[in-house]
């Protein structure tokens, strides 16, 4: 789990319990989420992720490229209609820069997702 680094200023924000920020490195989300923004997340509201860009750790999906880190992408997914309701056919986790591949993970890996928060929009670069 990460570790709190400390506080900064969030001028013009009305900053929420909950609230944090992060540095997000990467250009999958490109160009809303420049490499190296400083980002403001809230946590994830009940209720439907669909179309919301989110914060996500992979819990234990092993020592690949993706096990136990985090990563930030626009979720979707793909459900169906049962006795019981409703489940997840697939769910992916899609990047805003067509250089990049969507992540897609099947219903059963569903539990491996921490939603670590929604993003709320970008900071001011620290000084």
Known sequence: MPEEIGWTEVPGVAVKPGMFAARVTGTSMEPLIPDGSWCLFRPCPAGSREGRI????????GAGENGGRFTVKKYHSEKSVTADGWRHDRIQLLPLNPAFEPITLEPEDAGELIFAGEYEGPLPQPR
Do not use: M, P, Y
């Open 54 to 61: 989110v914060l996500v750790q992979f819990a234990s999906l």
